[in-house]
């Protein structure tokens, strides 16, 4: 009931102009809340993730997982805002002004899988993700950037210790190869998670801010691999994945000029001052 409030009370203000974009980017108490802010003449919905402590990587016991996620306790000091979907194609094309056709020709042009106004973006290489959080940062005069990866994780669980978002079944959660007829779905078209983050599981990958790197099993506080790399860090699987590169912990890392007909990315909002 809270969470429905709050969304109720920020459309109602936000349409009387009550709310500036700086008012709707402020932090909130519970994981789940929601912002829409409008940018370039589009709707986007970002939600509330807390600061707090979760086991990133998965446990020798969990079916599918690969050695390169090892377990190992993680705090986050800050909450952040995650767009509720992956980024779509309305949203890049009102802000970069290209279509995923141009985009796929820039890979060599290969095939278009799916396209429209609410399929995810893909064929989008690193430094074009960051392109694009660098011009919703001027549009919106706030800060926008890629999740980290511990941050996606984070979100991905989202207070669970499954392997998907709680729910335990992929095929509810996710498309991928099983069911995904082997192209791109409309986002927010399966379960989201606890929080009411969807597609984090599937549909396409997301690349986050960290270059790829070995996960020790030290504790660690909001770590971040910054220094720019030849790979970087994807997250969520995709509709070309078996269930088991669709789990919360899996890592995969590209070059950070590729570009792929299912990668594209989910963008953060990070939170202003609080009153």
């Given at each position: 009931?809270?969470?429905?409030?709050?969304?109720?009370?920020?459309?109602?203000?936000?349409?009387?102009?009550?709310l500036?974009?700086?008012?709707?980017?402020?932090?909130?108490?519970?994981?789940?809340?929601?912002?829409?802010?409008?940018?370039?003449?589009v709707?986007?919905?970002f939600?509330?993730?807390?600061?707090?402590?979760?086991?990133?990587?998965?446990?020798?016991?969990?079916?599918?997982?690969?050695?390169?996620?090892?377990?190992?306790?993680?705090t986050?000091?800050?909450?952040?805002?995650?767009?509720?979907?992956?980024?779509?194609?309305?949203?890049?094309?009102?802000?970069?002004?290209?279509?995923?056709?141009?985009e796929?020709?820039?890979?060599?042009?290969r095939?278009?899988?799916?396209?429209?106004?609410?399929?995810?973006?893909?064929y989008?290489?690193?430094?074009?993700?960051?392109?694009?959080?660098?011009?919703?940062?001027?549009?919106?005069?706030?800060?926008?950037?890629?999740?980290?990866?511990?941050q996606?994780?984070?979100?991905?669980?989202?207070?669970?210790?499954?392997?998907?978002?709680?729910s335990?079944?992929?095929?509810?959660?996710?498309?991928?190869a099983?069911?995904?007829?082997?192209?791109?779905?409309?986002v927010?078209?399966k379960?989201?998670?606890?929080?009411?983050?969807?597609?984090?599981?599937?549909?396409?990958?997301?690349?986050?801010?960290?270059?790829?790197?070995?996960?020790?099993?030290?504790?660690?506080?909001?770590?971040?691999?910054?220094?720019?790399?030849?790979?970087?860090?994807?997250r969520?699987?995709?509709?070309?994945?078996?269930?088991?590169?669709c789990?919360?912990?899996?890592?995969?890392?590209?070059?950070?000029?590729?570009?792929l007909?299912?990668?594209?990315?989910?963008?953060?909002?990070?939170?202003?001052?609080?009153?």
């Amino acid at each position: 009931m809270l969470k429905r409030l709050f969304f109720v009370i920020f459309t109602i203000l936000s349409a009387a102009g009550a709310l500036t974009a700086a008012d709707a980017a402020k932090p909130c108490a519970e994981p789940g809340e929601k912002t829409t802010l409008q940018i370039a003449g589009v709707d986007y919905t970002f939600v509330w993730c807390p600061a707090g402590e979760f086991t990133m990587g998965s446990p020798a016991s969990e079916e599918g997982r690969y050695d390169a996620e090892v377990p190992h306790k993680v705090t986050l000091t800050r909450g952040f805002w995650l767009l509720e979907s992956e980024v779509t194609q309305k949203m890049w094309e009102s802000a970069m002004g290209t279509n995923v056709r141009q985009e796929c020709e820039k890979a060599g042009g290969r095939w278009v899988t799916a396209a429209g106004p609410d399929f995810p973006m893909y064929y989008v290489d690193w430094d074009g993700a960051e392109a694009f959080c660098a011009k919703l940062s001027e549009l919106s005069g706030l800060e926008i950037t890629l999740p980290s990866e511990a941050q996606w994780e984070y979100a991905c669980l989202a207070g669970s210790d499954a392997p998907f978002g709680g729910s335990g079944d992929p095929g509810e959660m996710a498309w991928y190869a099983e069911n995904s007829e082997f192209k791109a779905h409309q986002v927010k078209t399966k379960s989201p998670n606890a929080w009411g983050l969807y597609d984090m599981h599937g549909n396409v990958y997301e690349w986050c801010l960290d270059q790829y790197g070995e996960l020790g099993s030290a504790a660690a506080t909001d770590p971040l691999a910054t220094d720019k790399s030849v790979t970087h860090v994807y997250r969520g699987g995709c509709w070309d994945s078996p269930a088991r590169n669709c789990r919360s912990a899996f890592r995969m890392k590209y070059p950070l000029t590729r570009r792929l007909d299912y990668a594209g990315l989910r963008i953060l909002l990070v939170p202003g001052t609080e009153d």
